[in-house]
């Protein structure tokens, strides 16, 4: 063989590889369309599908197909709608929930499914040993959170109570006007107790019951196959009560880790949805598929946390000076290509009707006068701010951003400090910073959601803010009021608070990101960026 | 040559043992645990993961039960997938990784050798500087460029071959394992110009020529032999590093494979599949490198009438 021909059997074994390839027919797409098979990007491969022991969004859009609360989510409007239970009463003190079970609900396994299930699936949710991260939904149930803290011992004092096997009543400590839309979220969600108990202790979190071969659900679906780092794919439930309205025939999830892999799966019709954009590349598809493109509202703020008791920001002067030097639509226009929305509060505006205060705006000379007045004109004598972020592109080209214009309209240095993500998680809470980036997406459409993480000493709250009006709104004030009005009021109040003492700059609210196949049918956009897959159809286009 | 190997073995032990040793403590110092999250976890809760994982135990406390249970083959629960053993992860991920490093390696020793071969018989011809630039070009670029260069071409423009996944849909393969395999292909090709090229040299391959025997024969069965030693010393680490080296393809492609949980794991804080990746990498990177002492020490002449003399 010649040098010559050793290049030709090279050549030849690419072409032969090639070929092998070429005859491809239709794209999963088009296959799926035909077939009512739904081929959604999940952004990551599942940590669990135990309903009490997940926590993220790709997990969340499983349960949703897999499992069924007492009450669902219209997903136009949000509005709370019949599920499991097929109707509701609420005492007019809005303390006492009764729900009545639909006589035809069941497990995947034939099972009835009762009050019990519910009972027995809350008690467990609320077992500590458990490590259910949600816990905190149910906190609003009466005695809920003493049960979990071990200050109660006996669950029967806690308010869930079962009066007949299809009459479920639920007690509250306070009226919570959202009570409705927690009960619809996963962590409200039944487990089969026949077969958690099977395969393992009932607070075990290292059993094979949610295994394809072991697992019941009520849901629209039901579990198929799940391998790992490949799909988790489910089909429709047979047994489901509404199976005579559930369109699609099968939903395959993938983890798509890499957004640049999934926009890449997408384009080449492997994927009717994707869990997101790459930023740079969504000029490009609204400019020519707009109809492709989902940028919508999301119920998220991204914002920066200030260390109240770091020197120079302790000054409630130089907080605002930070907020009101920032040109947050410039910011938003050219470094977010336009998708995100400017914020001037915490709370994404229209959260179900409550328009949040906007107290202040991009006001550089305000900014330099009120910078003056706390001590430091030109940003004279002003103690070294650093900005925290964690590894991330987007976090960095903010930072950078936020550095300039504190540079040119405040004459101030500002130092950068990018960590690691779990690094970071530990230099904020310790308060080891002076400025973090931070965001928060809301668990349900309330202003409270975004409100209640400041009070003095919450979880969340690592800015060491306190203020005692404040937190009277918040813990007391508020829920004992009764209507939906004089509780936005009262937010109203708390966020203008929040605004002008400013241990908290927010800067933009998320738009969620998406392209979806115009033959994806029946998923109207919304503010929680939920979806009802059993409302979902796939008309493929003529 | 057994007692060699045996030497090798044994010199295996202190080498794991310190590996181990190092990657328990280094993870656990480094800042941040694997239930630290965006949203503050309740205390309560946190306690009670932290007791199920034993994590509120003394460190070295831990260290030793985690040694107790290595030996008994137990790898131990992941901290982020409850419910999945470190084992069951390694399992689940391992074919698909070994698969494509099996391919990976195929692509680097078919085009490596061609490549190699190629520019040894006309050395510092316009053969071999092409050779040998496609070759350095294949080492500078990273994958992390060449793969998506390949999807954008073949995948996307072309319409040739599927973009990405593993099995799912026919040709799908192709592309990660040309991507992994473009960077040791191009070690492969450097190699075997050196190697053939100090062969080429020697007398024995001028009588060759001399007797009249064909350029064919004189190539593939009397040069090559000597001239791919430094290839055959190659592969064993080459095919270590790509099983271990997988993980920016395997993200890329969307190829399940262990190389994914690898990295993952690390920004997860999810210490035993740390540990258990690492301890069973660093046991097929001393196990591969053994392989390719033997079989080049059986290669060459030399070696082996040292070891046989030495045995």
Redesign the interface.
């Given at each position: 063989?010649?040098?010559r021909s050793?290049?030709r059997?090279?050549a030849l074994?690419m072409v032969g590889?090639?070929l092998?390839?070429?005859d491809?027919g239709h794209t999963?797409v088009e296959e799926g369309d035909a077939t009512g098979v739904l081929h959604f990007g999940n952004g990551t491969?599942p940590?669990?599908i135990?309903p009490q022991?997940a926590?993220g969004v790709p997990e969340s859009r499983i349960l949703e197909a897999l499992f069924e609360g007492l009450v669902g989510k219209d997903p136009a409007t949000l509005a709370p709608r019949p599920a499991v239970a097929e109707s509701w009463e609420v005492t007019p003190d809005g303390l006492t929930y009764r729900f009545h079970l639909r006589a035809d609900a069941r497990w995947s396994d034939g099972t009835p499914l009762t009050a019990e299930d519910f009972r027995w699936s809350w008690w467990r949710a609320l077992q500590?040993?458990?490590?259910?991260?949600y816990?905190?939904m149910l906190f609003p149930i009466r005695n809920a959170e003493a049960f979990?803290?071990?200050k109660i011992t006996d669950f029967s004092q806690v308010g869930v109570r079962v009066l007949d096997p299809r009459t479920l009543q639920v007690e509250l400590t306070a009226p919570t006007p959202y009570f409705l839309q927690l009960v619809s979220h996963a962590s409200y969600f039944p487990v089969p107790r026949h077969v958690v108990e099977k395969f393992g202790g009932t607070t075990d979190?290292?059993?094979?019951w949610?295994r394809p071969e072991n697992i019941v659900s009520n849901g629209p679906f039901r579990l198929a196959g799940w391998?790992?780092?490949?799909y988790l794919r489910v089909e429709k439930n047979p047994l489901y009560w509404d199976a005579a309205h559930v369109r699609l025939n099968a939903i395959v999830f993938?983890?798509?880790?890499?957004i640049?892999?999934e926009e890449?799966?997408y384009?080449?019709g492997?994927l009717h949805y994707t869990s997101d954009i790459p930023i740079d590349k969504i000029p490009g598809w609204r400019q020519h598929h707009p109809e492709q493109t989902w940028l919508n509202l999301y119920l998220g703020t991204y914002f920066y946390a200030l260390n109240v008791a770091k020197p120079g920001l302790t000054d409630v002067r130089v907080r605002r000076a930070l907020s009101m030097a920032i040109d947050r639509k410039t910011l938003v226009e050219t470094v977010q290509k336009g998708i995100n929305t400017p914020a001037y509060a915490m709370t994404p505006p229209g959260t179900l009707g409550y328009q949040p205060p906007k107290l202040f705006d991009f006001d550089p000379q305000q900014a330099r006068r009120l910078l003056a007045e706390a001590g430091y004109p030109d940003g004279k004598g002003m103690p070294p701010l650093e900005i925290l972020y964690n590894t991330h592109e987007q976090h960095r080209k903010i930072a950078v951003a936020l550095q300039q214009m504190w540079k040119k309209y405040l004459n101030i240095d500002v130092g950068l400090v990018n960590q690691?993500?779990?690094?970071?998680?530990?230099?904020r809470?310790n308060m080891d910073y002076t400025i973090a980036r931070f965001?928060?997406i809301g668990d349900y459409v309330d202003p409270n959601t975004f409100l209640d993480l400041w009070i003095t000493g919450g979880?969340?709250n690592d800015t060491g803010w306190s203020n005692a009006e404040y937190d009277d709104l918040i813990l007391h004030r508020i829920p004992a009021m009764k209507t939906q009005e004089e509780r936005f009021a009262g937010f109203y109040r708390a966020e203008s608070i929040l605004m002008s003492e400013m241990p908290v700059i927010p800067i933009y609210t998320y738009a969620n990101k998406h392209l979806v196949s115009p033959s994806v049918k029946g998923m109207p956009p919304n503010i929680l960026d939920y979806y009802s897959f059993k409302d979902i159809y796939l008309e493929p286009a003529r | 040559m057994a007692r060699f190997i045996w030497l090798r073995l044994l010199q295996a032990i202190p080498v794991l043992f310190v590996v181990i040793t190092v990657t328990f403590f280094l993870v656990r110092f480094?800042?941040?645990?694997p239930?630290?999250?965006?949203?503050?976890?309740?205390?309560?809760?946190k306690?009670?993961?932290e007791?199920?994982y034993h994590l509120d135990q003394p460190l070295l406390a831990q260290y030793g039960s985690y040694l107790r249970d290595l030996l008994h083959g137990d790898l131990g629960?992941s901290f982020?997938?409850?419910?999945?053993?470190v084992r069951e992860?390694i399992v689940?991920?391992l074919p698909a990784t070994a698969e494509l490093g099996l391919y990976a390696l195929l692509v680097a020793v078919?085009?490596g050798m061609?490549?190699g071969?190629?520019a040894a018989?006309?050395p510092n011809t316009w053969?071999d500087y092409l050779s040998m630039s496609v070759a350095m070009a294949g080492i500078c670029m990273p994958t992390l460029l060449l793969g998506?260069l390949l999807?954008l071409v073949?995948?996307?423009w072309l319409?040739?071959?599927?973009?990405?996944?593993?099995g799912?849909?026919?040709?799908?393969k192709?592309l990660p394992s040309l991507t992994l395999g473009a960077a040791y292909a191009a070690y492969v090709a450097r190699l075997t110009r050196g190697g053939m090229l100090e062969v080429l040299s020697q007398d024995y391959i001028r009588t060759a020529r001399a007797k009249g025997l064909p350029?064919?024969v004189v190539?593939?069965k009397h040069a090559l032999r000597g001239g791919i030693i430094p290839v055959v010393s190659f592969l064993g680490p080459a095919f270590a590093g790509l099983l271990s080296g997988s993980f920016v393809v395997e993200?890329?492609?969307?190829v399940?494979?262990l190389g994914?949980?690898f990295v993952?794991a690390a920004?997860?804080?999810d210490y035993t599949v740390i540990l258990g990746t690492t301890i069973f990498f660093a046991v097929l990177i001393v196990v591969f490198n053994l392989l390719s002492d033997v079989l080049a020490a059986w290669l060459n002449p030399r070696v082996r009438g040292a070891l046989q003399g030495g045995a």
């Open positions: 063989m010649t040098p050793a290049w059997v090279a074994m590889m090639l092998a390839a070429c491809r999963r491969e940590q669990s135990d022991i926590t500590p040993a458990l490590g259910n991260e816990a905190y979990l803290d071990g979190r290292f059993t094979a949610t391998k790992l780092n490949r993938y983890p798509t880790e890499n640049a892999t890449r799966m384009r080449s492997q690691e993500w779990k690094v970071y998680l530990d230099t809470k965001s928060w979880g969340n | 480094a800042p941040g645990g239930f630290d999250q965006e949203k503050a976890v309740i205390p309560e809760v306690r009670a993961l007791a199920q629960p982020k997938y409850p419910g999945r053993s992860l689940a991920g078919v085009l061609a490549a071969i190629v018989l006309r053969r998506p999807v073949f995948g996307i319409d040739w071959l599927p973009v990405s996944g593993w799912d849909v026919p040709g799908d192709i350029e064919r190539i593939f993200t890329v492609f969307q399940p494979g994914r949980f993952q920004f997860n804080r």
